[in-house]
């Protein structure tokens, strides 16, 4: 009886844990692979495949658990990305190409983890301090006012000289976002939000979106637990541009703008909104696309024939493809659901409950 | 007075130029619930558009434009949007991205990434003095072409059968089908008129720069978002009301913002646009049909 007990509550805790375990065990598995066998230009991509990965969760944490889309997510990626950037480049170097910094940020030199997590914490106080108003909007408002948001920040990072340089490039970042690191980061990006998920806030979140009125009605404070999300969700955004700006090098403020956080929404809502699964399945997709036809586009030689590239292809295939999945299949490449791994115990001839699907597949009154 | 006579009537100017653009937005968001973010697009190729015949008399070089874009738009319904008409809004805005980006590539395959200059008609640089008051044809062409427009649109709405069949598809699409209304040809138009108001937009741009490229439509798709969302979404007449709304706020931003603070000015516009979301979250002039029932 006690045995009986303690396999069923190991078996629940595995449900509990097996979707995020499903995205951890083959992410660790690839990274593996491209550290021992890969050429140095695939570890390249595989970096930035997760660096996608990390931001379109980020994004996910608030969009897809509410169903409020948010347009302005990059801007805190932006800010996050200047503030540890700001922390982290020698003072030496920042005497020279910011001579009218303030004093209090002039001498400091943070070891990139420090400046990381205090990235990700002053993010977290601006997005407290003006996401309120925001997540009580209904509708396209908070799309609109999120797009608003991300505007007034890059205005401010474009133009604010005596702190990030204005429109020229930030440079002089130490660059130590590495395969192993970002890995790291990952399993601690996906192990957050799918705790978030699973936890009390995030199934009153889910709750919500799935419907907004019944919600409400059984005593859920929407508003608040989408603040909860947003302040999250702002956090892991500016890991991200932390750990992009210590990828590249260097900032620019036109680089963490509207194309980059299009494409995250769309890497989202590809792989499919609706779940964890399915933000990282979007990112890994759309990024790997994206690499494979800048390398076919890139020209190339067949014998004596030579193709040369043509600016602009690349992107109309990849629109095209994109299409085709949103047509194929409107609810994303995993239909929203998470990975579900509860049959592999099994496997082993036990018979369990059924894993409950966390991401309900929603119903929708069809429009036609 | 006579400069605050001059900012008033920039602002109008800019506010037509808004309000054409928030329209083309709102009369497809009414019919399909589509944001389409592709209308940028529009724009954008209306220029080129402009561009392509700009060998001929400009009178035809602006019809062969209009008509250009507003085939564009159809076939732009056509070959995507239709297929997604049942999916939810995200999913189609998402996919208006995506539209985006391949007319925005098609358009760089066909004519390079560089800007180029379009050739305008000798009037357009032109302005009239009034009183002392500085009046730019170009000023003058947008107040001009906003009032055709509605005019014609309040026409088409009130007097046509289609028109009538599209408020109705506006106010409940399924009800208008049961009808006897024919979704296809009701979105088809919207897409059209859509066309028609982003080739006119196109005109009052190139007539301000002079130049086109590739990359030109986000500006004022953007501001048409968020004239459309503080107007009142699914209302023709918010949306108007919050082109002009936004133009106005631009206008006042430049008069009152000390120069150093100048180079900020989207971010005050910007701002405002929160506060008034903020205090007004179903916009202005809300519409109805929008609000969902329980």
Redesign the interface.
Known sequence: MAESSLRSRGFALWVRVAPVVGLIVPICLGVLLAQAFAPPSIKRVVVTTLLNVILVVGFYVFSGNSGVISFGHIGFTAIGAYVVGLLTIPPLMKQVILPDLPSAVAHLSLPSITAMLVGCLVVAVFAAAIGYPIVRLKGVGPGIATLAMLEIIHVVLANWKAVTGGDSTLVGIRIDTTLPVITAWTVVVLICAYAYQTSRSGRRLKASREDFEAARSVGIQVSLERYKALILSAAIMALGGGLYGHYLGSLSPRTLYLALGFLGVLMAVVGGINSLSGAVTGAVVVSALTEALRRFADGFSIGALEVRSVAGVQEVVLAILLLVILVRMPAGLTGGREINLSFLSRIRGRRGPRAPDPGTVEQRVETT | MMTILQYFVDAVALGCLFALAAIGVGIVFGVM?L?NFAHGEFIMIGAYALLMFSSLPWEITWLLALCFVALVAVLTERV?FR?????????L???S???S??L??????AF??RPRAVPLPAFVGESLDILGLRLPVVSLLAIVLAVVCVAALVVFFKRTSLGLQMRAAAED??MA?LLGTR?NRVVAAAFAISGILACAVSILITARSGTVSPTMG?TPV?FA??AV??GG?GNLVGSAVGGFLVGFITIAMQAVLPPGLS??M??FT??A??AI??FR??GLLPSIA?EER?
């Open positions: 619930r944001a995507a297929w997604l008409r049942s999916a939810d809004s995200s999913t805005l998402v996919s991205f995506a539209v980006i391949l925005q590539n098609a358009v760089v395959i390079r990434s699409f399924r089908q979704a986000l953007l978002f968020v969302t503080i979404l180079s900020y989207d971010a910007f701002l646009v929160i979301l903020i979250p179903q929008v329980v």
